[in-house]
């Protein structure tokens, strides 16, 4: 049984109903990509998902906080805060490939507790929630077991984002995992919880990218940490280690630590 | 009006018509995966997707020849010669995700005349013939403009992908381009007809990654080339590069030849 209102989990999935909507209108048009201070893009799409959501949760709920990528944050230190990214993989979105989407995430007293990963496109939606087993598209979901590390899939968003000390540590795990992939966003968050990804290894994150998939992997019976083996939470430092497997997490994160 | 007739046109749309049924009966299935003697990964779909394919052609047009990812080659010297990769991005198949696709090629006295890259999971197919517009799901498209090098999205399959020489080279490229994402395996030639997808450098690819990829992106009026600027065939190296814009791919022939 889950201990979060259920109007919350209907709220959680109200949004994600209304920025997919405002995502497909925009896919595959030919809009302006902006870019930030730190260089990276975004679009009409970021915007006008992430206001979609944002009102929608401070008019039926405005005693809780919010934090979101394109918006900023208000009331970070309340019981229940919404951490949002209305389209993570932007640059995926503006190639137009669909490995793009929202995330949805929900803290209570600083604890993931709420998850949603929505492929609008594709028409698949991840709900994970706290005490209950994470659903795709309304169907129980569970990560696999992986047998060893060598044979273990990993996904990476890009090599690139490993710089200084944290490409070394990239480079140790990679040498020992079997196959590593990349550019799947976080779909390849989905992709675990559904038992064909094992290993999720990522530097650089914000509360926005793994808030949401915390609860979503969590449900599913998988293990997502930050490198140091803590759970997560709004300040964590953003390396990230997900796994289905926990024996292959603690396998990894001895290599991250060596 | 196509130079080539129509009953191959027919041909080659019923045999992704064909692979895409089994490749859909096996997408996120627990299937076996196997491993050549190279080291990458095979399942039935690949093999029975190409075993269904090579069926079809040799049944209907037992005078071409037929170059497959999975099961060899006949006759490549005949007038017409199909090429074939049921399943081009395994890695990505195996992990659930759907960028993959079924690439079939034609060659007309080893040119590329003929070209389809079907994805089954997405219902998304392009149809590149000499002649002819490129279409994707029965629209004609076209490759976009693009202004600088600076500005242009890059795609590859992975950054492992160089090695050595080609690895310097890749650098260099990279280091002019806007931005640089992976993981969409032929996706990405899709994607670059439809005008999001600037560049696409590759190497260590085979005819089978490259021969129908080389008529959609022509008929969109893209550009692609060995990294010698020559046209595609069965003897070429397989490093490739593509482009929406030809000005773009004269400069980077440049920085490749530096």
């Given at each position: 049984m889950s201990k979060i209102p259920q109007q919350l989990i209907k709220l959680a999935n109200k949004c994600a109903d209304a920025s997919g909507k405002i995502i497909k209108k925009y896919f595959r048009k030919k809009i302006k990509i902006n870019l930030k201070k730190d260089n990276t893009p975004f679009t009409k799409a970021d915007i006008e998902a992430e206001k979609i959501i944002r009102e929608l949760i401070l008019k039926q709920e405005p005693n809780c906080g919010f934090v979101g990528e394109e918006t900023g944050s208000i009331?970070?230190?309340?019981?229940y805060c919404w951490v949002v990214d209305p389209l993570d993989g932007t640059k995926s979105f503006i190639t137009g490939k669909p490995s793009f989407g929202t995330l949805i995430g929900l803290l209570k007293n600083n604890k993931p507790v709420l998850g949603i990963l929505n492929q609008p496109i594709l028409n698949e939606r991840w709900v994970g929630i706290a005490g209950v087993e994470t659903k795709y598209n309304n169907k129980k979901v569970r990560v696999r077991k992986c047998k060893s590390i060598k044979g273990a899939k990993m996904y990476a968003t890009s090599p690139m984002m490993f710089q200084g000390r944290n490409k070394k540590i990239y480079k140790n795990v990679r040498a020992k995992i079997g196959e590593c992939l990349f550019?799947?966003?976080?779909?390849s968050h989905g992709l675990m919880s559904l038992g064909f990804v094992d290993v999720i290894l990522e530097a650089n994150l914000k509360p926005w990218d793994y808030i949401a998939s915390a609860s979503i992997i969590s449900g599913a019976g998988g293990k997502i940490t930050d490198w140091n083996d803590n759970d997560l939470n709004l300040q964590s430092d953003g390396r990230i280690l997900a796994t289905g497997d926990s024996n292959i997490h603690k396998q990894i994160i001895k290599i991250i630590q060596k």
């Amino acid at each position: 049984m889950s201990k979060i209102p259920q109007q919350l989990i209907k709220l959680a999935n109200k949004c994600a109903d209304a920025s997919g909507k405002i995502i497909k209108k925009y896919f595959r048009k030919k809009i302006k990509i902006n870019l930030k201070k730190d260089n990276t893009p975004f679009t009409k799409a970021d915007i006008e998902a992430e206001k979609i959501i944002r009102e929608l949760i401070l008019k039926q709920e405005p005693n809780c906080g919010f934090v979101g990528e394109e918006t900023g944050s208000i009331n970070m230190n309340r019981e229940y805060c919404w951490v949002v990214d209305p389209l993570d993989g932007t640059k995926s979105f503006i190639t137009g490939k669909p490995s793009f989407g929202t995330l949805i995430g929900l803290l209570k007293n600083n604890k993931p507790v709420l998850g949603i990963l929505n492929q609008p496109i594709l028409n698949e939606r991840w709900v994970g929630i706290a005490g209950v087993e994470t659903k795709y598209n309304n169907k129980k979901v569970r990560v696999r077991k992986c047998k060893s590390i060598k044979g273990a899939k990993m996904y990476a968003t890009s090599p690139m984002m490993f710089q200084g000390r944290n490409k070394k540590i990239y480079k140790n795990v990679r040498a020992k995992i079997g196959e590593c992939l990349f550019g799947a966003d976080c779909y390849s968050h989905g992709l675990m919880s559904l038992g064909f990804v094992d290993v999720i290894l990522e530097a650089n994150l914000k509360p926005w990218d793994y808030i949401a998939s915390a609860s979503i992997i969590s449900g599913a019976g998988g293990k997502i940490t930050d490198w140091n083996d803590n759970d997560l939470n709004l300040q964590s430092d953003g390396r990230i280690l997900a796994t289905g497997d926990s024996n292959i997490h603690k396998q990894i994160i001895k290599i991250i630590q060596k």
